[in-house]
């Protein structure tokens, strides 16, 4: 490293570099780097590219002296920290240059000055009030900000134990006049506003000489903040909990008509209600709803309520409420809520508690507010599924079933009359001269006769009697428990009204009317439903080839046709 040559003793740089265990590096005079060994890392590499070494570098070589100095650089958007040596050659062509990475010192010592000042602020800002007692067990010192809003030099001379209630557990002043050191006591103090305050006492005993205890010393920590907040994280942590339960029932329910009673179900578990009452628009009253609330009825429920009465007039008190409403009336606790969909009321959410039971809290509250925005959001979604259900069913302009949901509601009749023994009847109503009425006036008008032939078999079924418009100008009904007699006499009255239909005909020879097929059932035949549809169908054809505006009864099955079934 460093060698003889002649009389004098020059350094070898190169050798240096080779030998040198740290990371090193050969520079050019003027700062430009050489080379570097292989304990130089790529980050090292860069570090002594830059031009802060460059720099010591260009200086070391032009004043042919060694530098010794720390050097921050940024590489890679890390703040680096490097002890850098440099010695240049006795021409000063080179310079050898030496590098000690002091990143990781300087951070720790950066971290432990910063942590020192935490601890000093930390330390201020947690000891509520320091103290210090007599022999007498009075205050003879408090900090001077004093404590619980009272000032110190009101503090001081008084007894500790004015500052508690008289429900303190046993020995809670004796910790002011404490025999040996305590640490962390959680006591419950009085502030001079009547408000409680939560503290956390240190306190150590102190002695004279001869071993008399003299009084005590120590320091109050006001935790009461702390405590409201662990209290609150907690409480938010239930509510989250129950919240996600009763939103994942309902939620997982696939069925959508099942939907709506497994969130009343939740909810009113969750909540620890006696009873809970979903309420949503009637189906159809969306378009005739003039107040909050009209037309709006239970949907579902479940356990005990106040009853139909009471939920109405909270429907009404509801109508007027911004957010939620608690109420006692007629011995229950009642909550409520407006269920809304994009800022629109679709029902209410209703919880109920007897009297006697714990009231309402703020918990219950937002909570029930949480539960309302999800159960809104399903009564839409039902909304809608009913809404497509209902179109996939409908005919578009009679309102009536279509020819699909017709014979899939017929067919599940027809097994179980069939299964009660009881009779029912099949009815094909078809439009006479209709074509006429088209060509003569157009398709409105042939579309407005329609409508008032939907009318006149409106009025002459029962609620319990199925209409269908099959397709054209062809309809059906199904008359529920139906013999034959009351059949025909049905088919009777709804021709009587055919003169409803004559403003619409397409000429006064030839006016619009229409004719019936009817086919009833027969116990001592054992038909199909495809059998029971076909004579009804053939008796309208009959009927109309014998005589428009007439009706035709079908036949029976014959006994062969019979015979020929049950061998099948």
Not at 416 to 444: C, I, S, W
């Amino acid at each position: 490293m460093i060698e003889q040559q002649g009389s004098s003793f020059v350094v070898n740089l190169t050798t240096m570099l080779e030998k040198c265990k740290s990371p090193t590096a050969l520079l050019s005079g003027n700062g430009s780097l050489i080379s570097v060994n292989q304990n130089t890392t790529d980050l090292e590499k860069r570090a002594f590219q830059g031009k802060e070494i460059a720099s010591l570098a260009k200086l070391s070589a032009e004043n042919k002296i060694a530098i010794q100095s720390s050097i921050s650089i940024v590489i890679a958007d890390n703040l680096l920290f490097y002890d850098v040596t440099l010695l240049p050659d006795d021409k000063g062509r080179t310079v050898f240059a030496i590098i000690k990475d002091e990143t990781l010192e300087k951070n720790l010592r950066n971290v432990l000055l910063e942590s020192r000042e935490r601890y000093k602020d930390f330390v201020e800002a947690s000891s509520d009030f320091a103290w210090e007692t007599n022999e007498e067990k009075k205050f003879v010192f408090v900090s001077p900000r004093g404590a619980l809003g009272y000032s110190a030099h009101f503090l001081v001379d008084m007894k500790p134990r004015d500052l508690f209630d008289n429900k303190q557990p046993k020995g809670t002043y004796s910790i002011f006049s404490t025999k040996e050191p305590i640490e962390d006591v959680k006591i419950v103090a009085q502030c001079v506003d009547g408000s409680k305050a939560y503290l956390l006492v240190s306190a150590m005993p102190l002695f004279d000489k001869a071993n008399n205890l003299l009084g005590a010393r120590g320091v109050c920590r006001d935790i009461t903040e702390i405590r409201k907040r662990d209290i609150e994280i907690t409480r938010a942590h239930e509510r989250e909990r129950l919240l996600s339960f009763i939103i994942r029932s309902f939620r997982d329910e696939i069925e959508t008509d099942k939907m709506l009673h497994t969130a009343v179900s939740a909810t009113s578990k969750g909540l620890n209600a006696t009873g809970c009452q979903i309420f949503r628009m009637k189906r159809f009253e969306h378009d005739k709803a003039e107040t909050p609330f009209s037309g709006f009825e239970v949907t579902t429920e479940y356990g005990e309520t106040g009853g139909k009465e009471i939920a109405m007039m909270l429907l009404l008190e509801l109508a007027t409420c911004p957010e939620i409403l608690q109420i006692s009336l007629r011995g229950w606790d009642i909550m409520a809520s407006k269920t809304n969909y994009n800022k629109k009321t679709n029902g209410a959410l209703c919880l109920w508690r007897k009297a006697e039971q714990l009231p309402w809290d703020d918990d219950d509250s937002s909570l029930v507010s949480d539960i309302s925005a999800q159960i809104g959001i399903a009564i839409e979604q039902i909304t809608q599924h009913e809404y497509i259900y209902s179109l996939s069913r409908t005919d578009v302009l009679t309102g009536l079933f279509n020819r699909r949901a017709f014979f899939e509601e017929a067919e599940r009749r027809f097994n179980r009359l069939n299964f009660e023994k009881k009779p029912f009847a099949l009815m094909y109503v078809d439009l006479d001269n209709f074509k006429l009425v088209n060509d003569t006036h157009g398709h409105q008008k042939g579309d407005e006769a329609l409508i008032a032939l939907r009318e006149i078999l409106l009025q002459h079924t029962r609620p319990t009697d199925l209409i269908a418009r099959l397709g054209g100008d062809e309809f059906a009904i199904w008359l529920e428990n139906a013999d034959k007699e009351i059949a025909e006499k049905r088919t009777v009255e709804l021709l009587k009204e055919t003169y409803k239909l004559l403003k619409f005909s397409g000429s006064k020879e030839d006016t619009l009317g229409f004719s019936i097929g009817l086919a009833t059932n027969d116990e001592e035949y054992n038909e199909t439903l495809k059998n029971l549809i076909s004579r009804a169908d053939n008796a309208m054809y009959q009927s109309k080839r014998k005589s428009k505006g007439s009706y035709m009864i079908a036949k029976q099955a014959d006994k062969t046709e019979k015979n020929i079934q049950e061998k099948k």
